[in-house]
Antibody, heavy 118, light 107 residues
Framework: EVQLVESGGGLIQPGGSLRLSCAAS????????MSWVRQAPGKGLEWVSI???????YYADSVKGRFTISRDSSKNTVYLQMNSLRVEDTAVYYC????????????WGQGTTVTASS | DIQMTQSPSSLSASVGDRVTITCRAS??????LNWYQQKPGKAPKLLMY???SLQSGVPPRFSGSESGTDFTLTISSLQPEDFATYYC?????????FGQGTRLEIK
């Protein structure tokens, strides 16, 4: 069964760091385009970052220079390292796998909540 | 960046109604347009891809169309489980962008 399971969310003070994990099963993460998408409380969906099958990465302007996406093929896991967190980074963070297109999202995790607050 | 403008932002309808949601891209995205359904507390679910292709397992009462930079999602006969929030998303190029969402409520 194809599945994504996120972990690593929590309450963090502004300026702090957190690393989210997305453990995949049923497919190989390094064969697919993998993204992080977030949703602030009561708001819409915002794409955060993508890592291509070939390893290229892209980021939304709102997180560029602060967040880093990576993967560990031995663990079949994708990560999002979040540094210099801001109050406005508070959101549910979803891991998502590409579908028929490189940039759409066919498989989603259940989400992990990040709260940046003092 | 490609902006996606979705309308309406909310919509009230009854079971059995035909409903249409519209999404406009700020520039040409070919047919790289996807639709998602999201229910409260749940992850989004892919409904349509390539503007008009139905994702596997999605009921055929959902359909999509395109005309230039304008895209529509139509639900032919609303069922109780269709009341949710719907998002369009362009998959033409990064940064990947979503519409602001349409909340479909029971009248």
């Amino acid at each position: 069964e194809v599945q994504l399971v996120e972990s690593g969310g929590g309450l963090i003070q502004p300026g702090g760091s957190l690393r989210l994990s997305c453990a995949a099963s049923g497919f190989i993460v390094s064969d697919k385009y993998m993204s992080w998408v977030r949703q602030a409380p009561g708001k819409g969906l915002e794409w955060v970052s993508i890592i291509y099958a070939g390893g290229t990465t892209y980021y939304a302007d709102s997180v560029k220079g602060r967040f880093t996406i990576s993967r560990d093929s031995s663990k079949n896991t994708v990560y999002l390292q979040m540094n210099s967190l801001r109050v406005e980074d508070t959101a549910v963070y979803y891991c998502a796998r590409q579908g028929h297109q490189a940039y759409n999202f066919e498989v989603w995790g259940q989400g992990t909540t990040v709260t940046a607050s003092s | 960046d490609i902006q996606m403008t979705q309308s309406p932002s909310s919509l009230s309808a009854s079971v059995g109604d035909r409903v249409t949601i519209t999404c406009r891209a700020s520039r040409s995205i070919s047919n790289y347009l996807n639709w998602y359904q999201q229910k409260p507390g749940k992850a989004p679910k892919l409904l349509m891809y390539d503007a008009t292709s139905l994702q596997s397992g999605v009921p055929p009462r959902f359909s999509g169309s395109e005309s230039g930079t304008d895209f529509t999602l139509t639900i032919s006969s609303l069922q109780p489980e269709d009341f949710a929030t719907y998002y369009c998303q362009q998959s033409y190029s990064p940064p990947i962008t979503f519409g602001q969402g349409t909340r479909l409520e029971i009248k």
